[in-house]
């Protein structure tokens, strides 16, 4: 019998504005992500609201952003706000072709002007009885932030996530040093899919000349099939970053 697979992909979709900020290219972002056929949508700088956009903005949707993009494609989907202001809010978004058991969405801020959080749910898949735990992040800009949130992710997967349940982090790192990755792997026994069938981590940042390994998709208790960087057209037009996808079977 074949073993069920699964499509992943993880993307920081820049509120839906092009790299220079000039252009709102957030319908064409929903076609090429529909494009790319994936059960599962890790996306980061999610606009959930913009009161000022919504008004200025051509073409601003009048569903929330992850709710536009989910639309027709991906019934299932969860957002969790790691940023306020007086204009509106963004965040971290989960969408998926299969229904959530549970989720939460847990701050991990230790500034109060650096706001994220961690967007975690869990997923059956069908025809299983398999609960799929999956983790949504977007780690801070400084290396203090970052060791600070690793450790709240650290604490978290070691009390919610059955060690022998299938698990998936994914999303925007900002870790280019690579300092995560032994904690990762010996705490935690992650590994990084594209490092492992690649044998490098995918260069994602600038997505119209990526340089920098800022996005990653880490797992255990599944097997991965292969993962590829999307560049090219379309999408070194659309967000600063370029999109990983896995496919994994259980």
């Known amino acids: ?18 790299p220079g900020n000039r252009r709102f290219v957030l319908h064409q972002m929903k076609e090429a992500l529909a494009e790319a056929g994936a059960d599962l949508l890790f996306l980061q700088e999610m606009q959930g609201e913009h009161h000022r956009h919504a008004k200025e903005v051509e073409n601003w949707p009048e569903l929330s952003q992850f709710e536009f993009i989910a639309e027709g494609i991906w019934p299932f989907y969860i957002y969790g706000k790691n940023a306020v202001y007086h204009t509106g809010h963004h965040g971290n978004a989960i969408l998926s072709r299969f229904p959530f058991v549970s ?32 983790v949504c992040i977007h780690f801070g800009l400084t290396a203090k932030e970052r060791r600070a949130q690793l450790d709240r992710l650290s604490e978290r997967i070691d009390q919610h996530v059955p060690h ?10 900002n870790d280019w040093l690579s300092q995560a990755e032994r904690h990762f792997q010996q705490h935690l026994g ?3 899919v594209f490092h492992l069938t690649h ?16 996005d990653r998709i880490y797992f255990r208790g599944l097997t991965p099939v292969g993962c590829e960087r999307l560049a090219g057209s379309p999408w070194r037009k659309l967000s600063d970053h370029a999109p990983l ?6």
Not at 107 to 131: K, Y
């Open 164 to 173: 022998h349940a299938p698990l998936i982090v994914a999303g925007d790192f």
């Open 1 to 18: 019998m074949k073993k069920p697979g699964l499509k992943v992909l993880t993307y920081n979709i820049h509120k839906g504005f092009n």
């Open 199 to 214: 044998g490098n981590y995918a260069r994602t940042f600038p997505s119209w000349m990526p340089i920098l390994q800022m």
């Open 245 to 250: 996808a896995a496919t994994f079977t259980l």
């Open 103 to 134: 989720w939460e969405n847990i701050n991990v801020s230790p500034f109060p002007w650096a706001s994220r959080s961690l967007l975690h749910g869990v997923i059956q898949m069908p025809d299983t009885d398999t609960d799929v735990h999956i």
């Open 190 to 192: 992650l590994r990084e």
